[in-house]
């Protein structure tokens, strides 16, 4: 059974799709096919990064998945200063800590800011693997993004349903904040 942040990744999905055709599918779609993406709604997307780090966790034993969560949850950089008091960021509710996310532009790129705190290490080290394996793709890509690497990683193995419905939802927020900025750009962009 689909779990509720993979329904409402795919219900971001087919709203983009939807909201791109057709004044800015040709941009959008040549865009993605740039990038070896030729359906928004294949639902099969991995960043190359994201990939990796997927292959590496499956790869690893039920101790190493979790060592390797603490060692993500070290790289997650602090705040920029104008963003520490959570300003303008989006409050993922479904995470059992204070978790918030943002996405800004920096050109036709994505720059993801998350703050987690260092308490809760499990959702900051995925925090910190969402935002290494998302930054730099465009809007448009970051909503194509397909939530079956997190399966691949085999963290059900190691982590709570709960935990794992947490994880769900900050990929599902990151994609909502990219959607955010493609209905910002001017008609005729992508």
């Known amino acids: 059974m689909e779990n509720a942040p993979a329904r409402s990744a795919a219900v971001l999905v087919s709203y983009a ?10 941009g959008c779609h040549s865009l993605l096919e740039e990038h070896g ?43 920029p200063p104008e963003l520490r008091d959570h300003r303008g960021m989006e409050q993922v509710h479904e995470c059992m800590s204070p978790v918030f996310v943002i996405a800004q532009r920096d050109g ?13 290490p499990t959702i900051r080290g995925f925090a910190a693997i969402l935002r290494e ?8 890509q970051a909503l ?10 085999g963290l059900h193995q190691v982590l709570s349903p709960q935990r794992l419905n947490g994880i769900g939802a900050l ?11 493609l209905e910002q750009e001017p008609a005729g962009t992508a």
């Open 171 to 181: 990929l599902v927020y990151m994609k909502r904040q990219a959607l955010r900025l």
């Open 108 to 120: 036709e790129q994505i720059v993801y800011h998350i703050d987690v705190p260092p308490e809760a």
């Open 133 to 140: 394996g998302m930054n730099g793709l465009t809007p448009a």
């Open 17 to 26: 799709a939807r909201r791109l055709a057709p004044s800015r599918d040709a």
């Open 144 to 153: 194509a993004v397909s939530s079956d690497f997190i399966q691949q990683m």
């Open 37 to 79: 993406i030729t359906n928004m709604n294949d639902h099969t997307f991995i960043p190359p990064r994201l990939a990796e780090i997927a292959a590496d966790f499956g790869a690893a034993s039920r101790e190493e998945k979790l060592e390797l969560l603490l060692e993500f949850s070290d790289q997650l950089p602090p705040l």
